[in-house]
């Protein structure tokens, strides 16, 4: 039977002749070892081979994951990403990078902002990168546009679904079915949310991150035009879940959080999707470690590495031991803790591979630094904890000054740690710092990791800089 035009094969590649070009004349295997010594000199491991250099040649590899971005950029120095041939990482960013490519997205786009008046008629801030808006007015305007803005499907084709604002049901008895461009849509929600969410925290998001999610189930219930078109959209669907879960998560809600994250998990098992449903696990893991819950997280995340042992990645597993980790300190189990601590520096010390998770691009050094210093604060080892968080903070700020939150969190820890080691005027500098990010960054978990430390420092007002810090706390206005 011949193909439809409508169903066309996914498009090959474009070459990445720039990058070809800068390996002059050496062989494939050649610069792939000058990667490597490259790396070794920044204190990164990557496991380059000539196969890597050709996959980056050939355009299969459109953006480079952080850990191989900061080898590059000290090979040439001066050089951005796109002057090496890549993709803005904003394009990249989520699961939908795989498949943004393989059909025209026409106009459907589930939008995350509204354009403020400012904006010239049409324009569309979605197609903004985040990690390029800078703490200016630009950025307040663009912020309060999607804080007060209504997530929506702006596109006649998902709206002839009627998924928008109507029950599902009636978008399948009108024979409505989902396809490709849909798909892309939910792909890239996920991708935004998770940039919004590194640059600005979780508060404010959340609401708003609901109605894409809600447009993604309908579209699961609506049905799809392929097997390949509904596996991705399972895919998609499940990971905007965690997203959204997330956001509730970093923001107080935790029953919300653990709705979406099961929610996501049940979205794995009927897929068979093992990627999904160890990425489901770990998130569960973390929330209940937070909310209280210390065996349920130990036993989430040892379940997640039972469904992560067969995707080849051990940065993945890194993280699943960290979140073990987590669960072990919680009980009191030092020893359990420090096994888990120990597997986890093994995985990472390995380096990235190819089949690392795209949503994992948040996690490298600074991330496992800051991880083990929660570990070593709840067993009480505020001295370990504060070197470990301080390691965090500098990690983060030399490499992913995008990621302004975790930079925030990071600090917020270091803050604390020193408050309870004894250490108030350190502790305050910290938390002024922190202070100093909060018309940035939206968080209810580092507000409340704020608060705690300004009861810690309180009997040490007179420390220097100690006044300053509650002074200016004391003057945050409080959620409603």
């Known amino acids: ?240 879940a965690i997203s959204v879960g997330w956001l509730a998560h970093d923001s107080g809600r935790f029953d919300d959080a653990r709705s979406h994250y099961a929610e996501a998990l049940a979205t794995a098992r009927m897929a068979g999707d093992l990627g999904l449903e160890a990425h489901a696990f770990c998130n569960t893991a973390f929330l209940a470690r937070d909310a209280g819950r210390p065996r349920e997280a130990m036993r989430a995340a040892q379940a997640a590495t039972r469904a992560a042992r067969h995707l080849s990645s051990p940065r993945l597993l890194s993280l699943l031991a960290l979140r073990e980790a987590g669960g072990w300190a919680g009980l009191g189990d030092r020893a359990g803790c420090e096994q888990s601590l120990t597997r986890a520096h093994a995985l990472f010390d390995r380096g990235p591979s190819d089949a690392d998770p795209e949503w994992m691009s948040f996690y490298g050094r600074a991330e496992l630094e800051g991880l083990e210093a929660q570990c070593w604060s709840a067993l009480g080892d505020w001295q370990r904890a504060a070197r470990h968080a301080r390691r965090a903070v500098g990690v983060a700020s030399a490499q992913t000054p995008q990621f302004t939150r975790n930079i925030a969190l990071y600090t917020a820890e270091l803050a604390d740690d020193l408050a309870r080691a004894g250490r108030p005027d350190e502790a305050a500098t910290a938390g002024l710092r922190v202070l100093s990010l909060l018309d940035e960054v939206q968080s209810s978990r580092i507000q409340s990791m704020l608060a705690t430390t300004a009861r810690v420092l309180l009997p040490h007002r007179r420390a220097s800089g100690v006044c300053g810090f509650l002074e200016r706390h004391a003057s945050l206005p409080r959620a409603v």
Do not use: K, W
Not at 34 to 57: N, T, W
Not at 185 to 192: D, I, K, L, W
Not at 205 to 212: F, I, S, V
Not at 223 to 231: E, L
């Open 1 to 240: 039977m011949a193909s439809s035009p409508m169903t066309s094969s996914t498009p090959s590649p474009r070459p990445n002749l720039l990058f070809r070009r800068l390996r002059g004349q050496r062989s494939p295997g050649e610069f792939a070892a000058a990667v490597r010594r490259a790396a070794r000199e920044i204190g990164e491991r990557v496991s380059c081979d000539a196969r890597y250099i050709g996959r980056v040649e050939a355009g299969e590899i459109r953006c480079p994951n952080y850990a191989y971005e900061r080898v590059f950029l000290h090979m040439f120095p001066g050089r951005t990403l796109t002057d090496l041939g890549f993709a803005p990482r904003s394009a990249v960013r989520g699961r939908g990078a795989r498949t943004e490519s393989r059909a025209p997205v026409s106009h459907t786009t589930i939008q995350l902002y509204e354009s403020p008046p400012s904006e010239p008629s049409g324009s569309s801030l979605h197609e903004c990168d985040p990690y390029e808006i800078q703490s200016n007015e630009e950025s307040d305007v663009r912020r309060r546009a999607f804080m007060s803005g209504t997530a929506t499907v702006a596109a006649a084709s998902l709206g002839s679904f009627g998924l928008a604002h109507a029950p599902a049901e009636a978008a399948a008895q009108r024979g409505g079915r989902a396809g490709e461009a849909e798909v892309t849509a939910v792909e890239q929600a996920v991708r935004h949310i998770r940039l919004l969410d590194d640059r600005h925290g979780a508060d404010g998001l959340y609401r708003r991150a609901a109605a894409p999610l809600r447009t993604a189930y309908a579209l699961l219930d609506a049905g799809t035009t392929r097997q390949s078109t509904t596996d991705r959209l399972q895919a998609s669907a499940g990971e905007l």
